[in-house]
């Protein structure tokens, strides 16, 4: 599982919604959903024929994994809003406890993508 290498839009995405909004997925903004629905996969040759031209919130939980973690040449600003969906649907798990979703969203060296010092508001008690 790769970090996700951020162009200008992306790191945008990642200020608006993670930084600035305190992205919270437990309880996720009306604003980040509206944005999450907005986004649809390219119909480029290096996405799975399956899935292509899908709307990223339709997708199956085993196309999202591989959106949001498994695609190589994919858009960043792609990867980010697959791993924000991703983590809110995790989220909705009842077996995962709050240390260990804290825990995968804050690993930046494997899946995560919110920097720890951004992440406070989401320590478990």
Known sequence: MAKIIHNPRSRRI??????DGKYNPYNPSAEILKEINEWALPSSNYIKKDIKGKYIYTLEPDELCYVAFSMIRGLPEIKLIARMLYF?????????SKKDLYEDITDLDNEGF????FASHLEPD
Do not use: G, H, N, Q
């Not at 990642?14 to 930084?19: A, E, G, S």
């Not at 919110?114 to 010092?117: F, Y």
């Open 114 to 117: 919110v920097p720890k010092m």
């Open 88 to 96: 809110i649907r995790y989220a909705t798990d009842e077996e995962i």
């Open 14 to 19: 990642l200020k608006r919604f993670v930084i």
